[in-house]
């Protein structure tokens, strides 16, 4: 009696089981995703067709001598073919190894000077003080300055009869003149704090947000137990801001990497190559030597070491956030 009841029930049309409800939801649901992955598959091929064709363009051009002087479009470059010559060329390129070491002595003083500044900015501004929102104002301005201005600024301010001159003759008190720009010893530094003083505000932006979200219940219980200024921010803050700090650290060694604009106004790789950093050197090459390939290979090195202080920073971070 019980299995013809079961019987029956199953033929009544539309009334189905549990295992048959599920089976129709997954049905459903896959037909949802099929019909989104259609939706958005044009979008997604034009994503990735910018994203790596250009790639692909690089990698085939820097396994070639092509130029533009040849006379023959980019996609025949396997006519000049010379496999990975442009690689071993440039193990062997002084000018670009040193080119790529005075990007990294930039580097070594810049980021850790603009971290340290932003840093004590970020500290200073957690107080409340008179005319804050003010100074608040003022110190974002260098960063909202186009960096060819700023390069321009800073031409003017080193120059020989310029501004900076004229204030070490005063504290001297005897005429003080040194042409910065035209000295393989200043140019660089002089760069370089043009580089502080544009880029610290944004060093001091992030930290300060970061400070920002630092709980306060924290830090009120520490200082009720008599913690020093020193022991809540060492034990509590700078935990809370490891993230934040590695994201600036980053942002700023790729950015600075990356140095152009301001350098090549102030100085244009000058005198000689005292001032030549790598996006520079890839200039003069690209647009004087018109070596394409070559160039090409560059490019793709470099894009690989960024990368991969792209994926250590990430991977720092990840292990931030599980510790």
Avoid at 169 to 177: H, Q
Avoid at 262 to 287: C, D, H, N, R, W
Avoid at 297 to 318: D, E, K, P, Q
């Amino acid at each position: 009696m019980s299995s013809f009841a079961t019987e029956e029930k199953r033929s009544v049309p539309g009334d189905l089981t549990p295992s048959d409800t599920r089976t129709e939801d997954a049905r459903i649901e896959d037909g949802g995703r099929r019909l989104g992955f259609l939706l958005t598959l044009p979008a997604q091929l034009l994503v990735l067709f910018i994203a790596v064709f250009p790639l692909l363009m690089q990698l085939y051009i820097s396994l070639t001598d092509w130029s533009p002087l040849d006379g023959t479009g980019w996609w025949q470059a396997y006519e000049v073919w010379n496999g990975f010559a442009n690689y071993t060329d440039l193990a062997i390129d002084s000018r670009f190894w040193d080119a790529l070491g005075r990007t990294a002595l930039v580097m070594l003083i810049c980021v850790p000077v603009e971290f340290l500044l932003g840093l004590g900015l970020a500290i200073l501004f957690m107080d409340n003080f008179a005319g804050k929102r003010v100074f608040y104002s003022f110190m974002l301005i260098p960063m909202m300055v186009v960096p060819a201005v700023a390069g321009y600024m800073f031409f003017m301010l080193f120059q020989s009869g310029g501004p900076v001159n004229d204030i070490i003759s005063t504290l001297i008190g005897r005429p003080f003149v040194l042409a910065w720009l035209s000295s393989p010893g200043t140019a660089l530094a002089a760069v370089m704090i043009a580089d502080i003083w544009q880029w610290t505000p944004l060093m001091f932006l992030i930290l300060l947000a970061g400070l920002v979200g630092v709980p306060e219940d924290q830090m009120r219980a520490a200082t009720l137990l008599g913690a020093s200024w020193w022991q809540r921010f060492y034990t509590i803050a700078l935990p809370k801001m490891k993230t934040i700090m590695i994201i600036a650290l980053s942002i700023r060694i790729i950015e600075n990497f990356k140095i152009f604009d301001t350098l090549f106004i102030m100085t244009g790789g000058g005198p000689g190559v005292a001032t030549e950093t790598i996006s520079v050197y890839i200039y003069k090459v690209t647009q004087q030597d018109l070596i394409w390939g070559y160039v090409a290979a560059i490019a793709l090195v470099i894009l690989v070491v960024l990368s991969i202080v792209v994926s250590l920073a990430i991977s720092r971070m990840n292990a931030v956030k599980e510790a």
